[in-house]
């Protein structure tokens, strides 16, 4: 059973502060790490991918990925209220499983 | 399209209806997907087309659940005789790419509720 583990929160930050949102996964043959964003009612919506052990910068997002402690994070540098919603880590395994598991998302909170 | 569209976007039913959600990925974008999502939970995996074939259909809960995409384009995801616990968000998400490699793009979901 693959299982990828996160938070459910909420993680409340202030405005402008860093958010730091954590996930774990079971499976040691993983290859590729996702991030979606889910408003409230919406759909998730793909923000960052990273597929190499090490730190991946895209705008104010950050994803980091440690493959030998089996946890990819994503940062949120300078937090806007426009930031608060669930963040879902998808995990993809390798072996020619196409299939991403959803971890529940962890629900951030960005307060004035 | 622009965009992945599913329709309908509410669907109430009553327990023992038939339903039929649809799925329009973006034009030419190979791979499809099926998500079931409950309410607090992440989406969790129904099955997965590549063009017109289905690859995957290990997620689906019971033989009352049946997808296809006849022509590799438009998919249907139908549901038998439903029951309150197939209440949920059904997800649609297509890719240009093969599998979920690289990430792909949802629809908007239709919200099932069955009373």
């Known amino acids: 059973q693959k299982e990828v583990e996160q938070n459910s929160g909420p993680l409340s930050v202030p405005e402008g502060a860093i958010a730091s949102l954590n996930c774990t996964y079971s499976?040691?043959?993983?290859?590729?790490f996702f991030w979606y964003r889910q408003y409230s009612g919406k759909s998730p919506e793909l923000i960052m991918s990273i597929y190499s052990n090490g730190d991946k910068e895209d705008g104010r997002f950050t994803a980091q990925l440690n493959k030998a402690s089996q946890y990819v994070s994503l940062l949120i540098r300078d937090s806007q209220p426009s930031d608060s919603a669930t963040y879902l880590c998808?995990?993809?395994?390798?072996?020619?499983?196409?299939?991403?598991?959803f971890g529940r998302g962890t629900s951030l909170i960005v307060h004035p | 399209g622009a965009g992945v569209s599913q329709s309908p976007r509410y669907k109430v039913a009553k327990r023992g209806q038939d339903v039929a959600l649809r799925c329009d990925p973006i034009?030419?974008?190979?791979?499809l997907f099926w998500y079931q999502q409950a309410l607090g939970q992440g989406p969790e995996f129904l099955t997965y087309f590549q063009n017109e074939a289905q690859l995957d259909k290990s997620g689906l809960p019971s033989d009352r659940f049946f997808a296809e995409r006849p022509e590799g384009s438009v998919s249907t995801l139908k549901i038998q005789r439903t029951q309150q616990e197939d209440s949920a968000v059904y997800l649609c998400a297509s890719s240009l790419a093969t599998g979920g490699t690289y990430g792909y793009t949802f629809g908007s979901g239709t919200r099932l509720t069955v009373v």
């Open positions: 998808a995990v993809n395994s390798g072996g020619g499983s196409y299939i991403p598991t």
């Open positions: 499976d040691r043959g993983s290859q590729s």
């Open positions: 034009s030419g974008h190979v791979s």
